[in-house]
């Protein structure tokens, strides 16, 4: 199985501050990988597919970028509705497996 | 418009039984991949398995062999048989639809709790 692991685990950030992170994969995944918002009790909300495509709805702040085993999900301009936690997934193998999260706080 | 909505979850005995289902409006579950993903109190996101459009179906190797997908055409219904059930399945269970066919799951049920405890 291929394993991905998110840095950092959290972060805490301020209104108006660009974020990062950073998905790497035990081994290359080339573009299939995407990226999913999760806020407490809610359901987990795509943002991103195949890398760098932006899911319909989704602000133009989120983008995403990378290719092989180092991914990365940016914020241009954090919001205080985007405090949340956030997965990769790579779906380039079955099984489709998912970081462990990165829980972003305000500061 | 989409809608998936799960049902069939609750509190079980170690080593019980319990199917959940997903009925699925607004487009045609056969035609679609089908996925369930669970997560634990507190924890992460884990995929559990999926149903292919043409059938064919896989699954997380924490679960092979004792959980088994499935659907209903004519109910537009996805399932998921849990048998032997362990302490550790206990989680909120999602099923959900791919974005296009094959593509990775875009749209969520609001999922089912599944507690698994003597």
């Known amino acids: 199985d291929i394993q991905m692991t998110q840095s950092p685990s959290s972060l805490s950030a301020s209104v108006g501050d660009r974020v990062t992170i950073t998905c790497r994969a035990s081994q290359s995944i080339s573009r299939y990988l995407n990226w999913y918002q999760q806020k407490p009790g809610k359901v987990p909300k795509l943002l991103i597919y195949?890398?760098?495509s932006l899911q319909s709805g989704v602000p133009s702040r989120f983008s995403g970028s990378g290719s092989g085993t180092d991914l990365t999900l940016t914020i241009s301009s954090l919001q205080p509705e985007d405090f949340a936690t956030y997965y990769c997934?790579?779906?380039?193998?079955?099984?489709?497996?998912f970081g462990q999260g990165t829980k972003v706080e305000i500061k | 418009e989409v809608q998936l909505v799960e049902s069939g979850g609750g509190l079980i005995q170690p080593g019980g039984s319990l199917r959940l289902s997903c009925a699925a409006s607004?487009?045609?579950?056969?035609?679609?991949?089908m996925t369930w993903v669970r997560q634990a109190p507190g924890k992460g996101l884990e995929w559990v398995s999926v149903i292919y459009s043409g059938g064919s179906t896989y699954y997380a190797d924490s679960v092979k062999g004792r959980f088994t997908i499935s659907r209903d055409n004519s109910k537009n219904t996805l399932y998921l048989q849990m048998n032997s059930l362990r302490a550790e399945d206990t989680a909120v269970y999602y099923c959900a639809r791919d974005l296009a066919v094959a593509g990775p799951p875009a749209y969520w049920g609001q999922g089912t709790l599944v507690t698994v405890s003597s």
């Open positions: 607004g487009f045609t579950v056969s035609n679609n991949y």
């Open positions: 195949a890398a760098s």
């Open positions: 997934q790579q779906s380039y193998s079955t099984p489709p497996t």
